[in-house]
């Protein structure tokens, strides 16, 4: 294929996924017509009222949940933030957090702040990970201390897509009394999830990233957890959160689910053979190249790769010029010429961590635009080895 493509070519999708259309329909009649307050004691709010009510059933089937636990939010960050200074405000006696040296800037931004601004009264402990961006079981259940208040590990990372055992470590936490939350941004919608029988006390899931809409995040709160809101205001969520909800886009949310549940078997199917099919392509044809991340625990979506000695920025805007989306790390860090904290924290030397593109695919994605993408990186790669100091090759 040698033409120059008229459409984007996006694979992006771990930063944001495509409003589906089928979204953007049932949302429509909220931003016009159907304008009423869910609040309100009339006939007019209360159908409004009652959509809602059909979304949060929709979010609850598809984690696996009773709409009861499920609690509508402006986005993930606000649901971990909500999480984890709840389990402190709950529990203000313990002082412990226990996280990961890779989560996401809305987990690791937090803890940071609740360490400086508090004068370090609060003590975290970040697990390490090994060279493939794996968790130390052991070193987790050592971590694990009467004085631990919660321990809030995501369970699918965003940059390489490893996932992680949440189950277990859930598990672990329960026997000892401590509260457990789960970033699970990037995991809801791409495997399966079913927190009925899980000891999962919080989840965090966002409707951006499962082609919903962005401005609306869900926090899950198991049945019978304590809990103290982070936004006190009205009687809406039940008095968890309060505020006016947005509701056409937690229509679109509920309607997102429904469609992320229909399609989770492409997802695992399709989509992970067009990641295979892409992964493949580039590491044959691109030297000195690697995969960053667990070669089968990871989403069906994601692979992260190094190419070494040329800059992962240069690398993207000569993708750019082929109308080709990805990325070099978390989007809410892409302001940021520093490497990637998850592959430092991996050990990935520096000359291949600040190479580093991470793809991430979705249904919407084609076979076309694989074997596109696999046919003009190695000349972009080529071109800027060229440019580069560091490069040695041929």
């Not at 993930?76 to 226990?98: C, N, Q, V």
């Not at 590990?153 to 996932?163: C, L, S």
């Not at 010429?337 to 000359?351: C, I, K, N, Q, Y």
């Not at 695919?361 to 076979?367: D, K, V, W």
Request: charged letters at 25%; a negative charge.
């Amino acid at each position: 294929m040698t033409n120059v493509r008229d459409e984007i070519v996006y694979m992006d999708n771990n930063a944001t996924t495509m409003v589906a259309p089928e979204v953007v329909e049932v949302m429509i009649p909220y931003l016009g017509n159907l304008y009423g307050n869910p609040s309100s004691m009339h006939t007019f709010g209360g159908l409004v009222g009652q959509d809602i009510s059909d979304a949060r059933r929709k979010v609850a089937d598809l984690i696996g949940a009773t709409p009861e636990e499920v609690i509508f939010t402006s986005c993930g960050t606000e649901s971990d933030s909500t999480a984890i200074l709840s389990a402190l405000r709950t529990f203000p006696e313990k002082r412990h957090i226990i996280t990961t040296r890779v989560e996401h800037p809305a987990v690791k931004s937090l803890c940071e702040n609740l360490e400086m601004v508090t004068g370090h009264k609060y003590r975290v402990t970040r697990l390490k990970v090994d060279a493939e961006g794996m968790i130390d079981i052991d070193e987790y259940e050592a971590a694990l201390t009467e004085d631990t208040v919660i321990a809030s590990i995501m369970w699918a990372n965003n940059e390489t897509g490893n996932i992680y055992p949440v189950e277990k470590m859930a598990t672990m936490a329960k026997q000892r009394g401590i509260l457990f939350h789960t970033d699970a941004v990037q995991a809801v919608g791409k495997i399966p999830l079913d927190l009925k029988n899980l000891d999962i006390d919080f989840l965090s899931l966002s409707g951006h990233k499962l082609h919903g809409p962005k401005g609306v995040g869900v926090l899950y709160i198991k049945r019978g957890t304590h809990f103290v809101p982070f936004l006190p205001g009205g009687h809406q969520e039940h008095g968890r959160r309060g505020g006016t909800e947005n509701v056409a886009s937690i229509v679109g949310l509920g309607k997102a689910c429904e469609l992320a549940a229909a399609n989770m078997e492409e997802e695992n199917t399709r989509v992970k053979r067009l990641r295979d099919r892409l992964e493949e392509g580039l590491l044959s044809g691109v030297s000195q190249s690697r995969l960053n991340g667990h070669k089968t625990d990871r989403l069906p979506n994601t692979t992260n790769i190094s190419f070494e000695f040329v800059e992962g920025e240069a690398i993207l805007l000569h993708m750019n010029q082929h109308k080709i989306c990805a990325s070099s790390g978390s989007a809410c860090t892409s302001g940021s010429l520093e490497p990637s904290h998850v592959l430092r924290a991996m050990g990935v030397p520096f000359t291949a961590a600040h190479g580093s593109i991470r793809f991430s695919l979705s249904t919407y994605n084609s076979e076309e635009e694989i074997d596109y993408v696999v046919e003009k990186m190695p000349p972009i790669i080529e071109l800027l080895r060229k440019m580069s100091p560091f490069w040695k090759g041929n």
